[in-house]
């Protein structure tokens, strides 16, 4: 298996503007978690999704992020309008089995 | 108290040396916990989960001490190749996942 993609893997974009990262979970996984990793704050729990429902949202910083998982095989997490305090790497991970996340490359976002 | 508190180092050790790391949590009714190891700007990959008698991999062994409540993981005899970030992992009480922030190790040679 391919394991989870990501894309974009670097994204460098300016305050105000669209942002949109995409994970392809590993096939077969049932829940999917989106995360955050800064240097301050550590790896942050955003959102989960058990059989594209989601499940936990409370980390979800405020209203300018989204994210949604339309089928089994893809996800987006959607930031509108962006800001420099977004700046971070975004992590997708898929799981079958508790505990056990197997988490894609990152996607690394710079808002200037 | 955080959720998830270990110390950040980081810890510079020489080849050959046993290390250990401690990890507490403030949630007592958590269920599960695991390791997590980081390799420099890579992403998370599980080390292995902690089970409540205790568990040994090879040169890794992890403790779980529910009564104060930390974890606790030893490398022996470590090689250049265990440097990384080591990431102690609570499952929370929304069925979620919690990260602390790691702990560094460097092993110099």
């Known amino acids: 298996d391919a394991g989870v993609i990501q894309s974009p893997r670097h994204e460098v974009t300016e305050m105000g503007q669209e942002v949109t990262l995409r994970c392809k979970p590993i096939?077969?996984?049932?829940?999917l978690f989106w995360y955050r990793q800064t240097m301050m704050r550590g790896l942050e729990l955003l959102i989960y999704f058990n059989n594209n429902v989601p499940i936990d949202d409370s980390g979800m910083p405020e209203d300018r992020f989204s994210a949604k998982m339309p089928n089994a095989s893809f996800s987006t997490l959607k930031i509108q309008p962006s800001e420099p305090r977004d700046s971070a790497v975004y992590f997708c991970?898929?799981?079958?089995?508790?505990?056990?996340?197997?988490f894609g490359e990152g996607s690394r976002l710079t808002v200037l | 108290r955080k959720e998830v508190e270990q110390d950040p180092g980081p810890f510079n050790v020489p080849e050959g040396a046993t290390v250990a790391f401690n990890c507490t949590y403030s949630n007592s009714a958590s269920q599960s916990f695991f390791w997590y190891r980081q390799d420099c700007r890579k992403e998370p990959k599980l080390l292995m989960s902690v089970y409540s008698s205790g568990n040994e991999d090879g040169r890794f062994t992890a403790q779980l001490n529910r009564a104060s409540q930390y974890i606790s993981l030893l490398i022996r005899d470590s090689k250049l190749s265990d440097s990384a970030t080591y990431l102690c992992v609570v499952a929370g009480s929304q069925g979620n996942l919690i990260f602390g922030k790691g702990t560094k190790l460097s092993v110099k040679p």
């Open positions: 991970a898929s799981s079958l089995v508790f505990g056990e996340l197997f």
């Open positions: 096939s077969g996984h049932d829940y």
